[in-house]
């Protein structure tokens, strides 16, 4: 159980354009989720935590209109990235709250390889 | 601010080997400590949680420690296997907080 689904999982777009990453908690409801950034070689860096039906909370120094984050339903939350320029290109990964399971509820999906071109 | 930091970097260790990976947290005050496992272009798996008040936890081949006052965390990999293969994160959760990552650790075990 406790399974995270995200999509794409690889996904090459031109600058200027915008890309949708979708995260969906399969088998449980998640009010919260996070987003993560990953650079090459360097520790996960939390974005933003989506709350489902209310505004995103951005970690400081990410751009909330860069980054768009909708939770707006109980098991999906997306991030989309705005006119993506190639300094965007990175590993995005989200996580899920599952409170059922108390302090190991913590479930991530398996991340989005985006390159932009 | 909590800072995580992991050494070695990278390993490689030929198969069958023990190993430890180290984690060093700046802030003692944690709510707990967790080790998860990546594989090349793919999520976080957990591997081993071990809350404030514990002081190690054991699951199958690995052993994790915490020793909190002290601000550091041992991963412990016995009898390695070319699976184990991965880069493993240590990531501290403060209390109301998030978790913070460290940089990892790449384990390479050679067949």
């Known amino acids: 159980g406790a399974v995270v689904s995200q999509h794409p999982s690889r996904v090459i777009c031109k600058s200027g354009t915008s890309v949708k990453i979708e995260c969906r908690s399969l088998?449980?409801?998640?009010?919260?989720m996070f987003w993560y950034r990953q650079f090459p070689k360097k520790s996960l860096m939390l974005m933003a935590t989506?709350?489902?039906?209310?505004?995103?909370?951005?970690e400081q120094g990410v751009e909330k209109d860069k980054f768009l984050i909708n939770h707006a339903s109980l098991t999906l939350s997306t991030l989309t990235v705005t006119s993506a320029h190639p300094e965007d290109s990175s590993f995005y990964i989200c996580s899920a709250r599952n409170t059922d399971r108390g302090v190991y509820g913590y479930t991530f999906g398996s991340g989005t390889r985006l390159t932009v071109v | 601010k909590q800072e995580v930091t992991q050494i070695p970097a990278a390993l490689s260790v030929p198969e069958g080997e023990n190993l430890v990976l180290n984690c060093s947290f700046t802030d003692s005050a944690i709510y707990n400590l967790q080790w998860f496992r990546q594989d090349p272009g793919k999520g976080l798996t957990s591997l081993l949680l071990i809350q404030s008040s514990q002081r190690e936890q054991t699951s199958g081949r690995l052993n994790a420690s915490l020793d909190k006052s002290s601000g550091r965390s041992t991963l412990y990999i016995a009898a390695s296997q070319p699976g184990d293969s991965a880069t493993y994160l240590c990531a501290v959760r403060p209390p109301g907080q998030n978790f913070v990552f460290g940089p990892g650790t790449r384990l390479s075990v050679l067949p």
């Open positions: 088998d449980f409801q998640a009010t919260t």
């Open positions: 989506s709350n489902e039906g209310s505004k995103a909370t951005y």
